[in-house]
T-cell receptor, first 112, second 110 residues
Framework: KQEVTQIPAALSVPEGENLVLNCSFTDSAIYNLQWFRQDPGKGLTSLLLIQSSQREQTSGRLNASLDKSSGRSTLYIAASQPGDSATYLCAVTTGTASKLTFGTGTRLQVTL | EAGVTQSPTHLIKTRGQQATLRCSPISGHTSVYWYQQALGLGLQFLLWYDEGEERNRGNFPPRFSGRQFPNYSSELNVNALELEDSALYLC?????????FGPGTRLLVL
């Protein structure tokens, strides 16, 4: 059974800092890994999708890496802004099940 | 291009009643997924429909059911509501694996 863990559970940083969010998964036979953002009480916004054959993806200030063999992914946020404050979730698709297995999320607060 | 839409945005029911939640996928997407996000429990997979058929089901009791219509829209039905069914219910659609999420329906059971 796939299990996804995210560390830390919560993080508070001052504006302008670079930061790294971590995600680990127990079954390396993934199809892809996605990072999402969720604002309080809202749905999910997809940030980055990494296919199992890829090592990283970049979008603006965001960079996500994937090390499938060790079961790890990191989301790097450069020059953080207060608008980045949200919960960040990673999720993996494993095998043919198609369902996403989510981590418990990292709640990020970027302060002025 | 319109995204995934869900209705209603909020729903209040009492224990024992039935709730019906609706989802319209992105045009051209044939798969619809349902997830539950209950307070403190994270996002849990509920159901996957593709081409009108139920393809996979999460670890939820049979009172959680649904269907997918010929136009690929979907309904999630929750019978005999319990207090712990209070949650944000998210729908996602996909064509090939990548899932796009709707804004969710927040269900409150009193």
């Amino acid at each position: 059974k796939q299990e996804v863990t995210q560390i830390p559970a919560a993080l508070s940083v001052p504006e302008g800092e670079n930061l790294v969010l971590n995600c680990s998964f127990t079954d390396s036979a993934i199809y892809n890994l996605q990072w999402f953002r969720q604002d309080p009480g809202k749905g999910l916004t997809s940030l980055l999708l990494i296919q199992s054959s890829q090592r990283e993806q970049t979008s603006g200030r965001l960079n996500a890496s994937l090390d499938k063999s060790s079961g790890r992914s990191t989301l790097y946020i450069a020059a953080s802004q207060p608008g980045d404050s949200a919960t960040y979730l990673c999720a993996v698709t494993t095998g043919t099940a198609s369902k996403l297995t989510f981590g418990t999320g990292t709640r990020l607060q970027v302060t002025l | 291009e319109a995204g995934v839409t869900q209705s209603p945005t909020h729903l209040i029911k009492t224990r024992g009643q039935q709730a019906t939640l609706r989802c319209s996928p992105i045009s051209g997407h044939t798969s619809v997924y349902w997830y539950q996000q209950a307070l403190g429990l994270g996002l849990q997979f509920l159901l996957w429909y593709d081409e009108g058929e139920e393809r996979n089901r999460g670890n939820f009791p049979p009172r959680f059911s649904g269907r997918q219509f010929p136009n690929y829209s979907s309904e999630l039905n929750v019978n005999a509501l319990e207090l712990e069914d209070s949650a944000l219910y998210l729908c996602a659609s996909s064509l090939i694996r990548t899932q796009y999420f709707g804004p969710g329906t927040r269900l409150l059971v009193l």
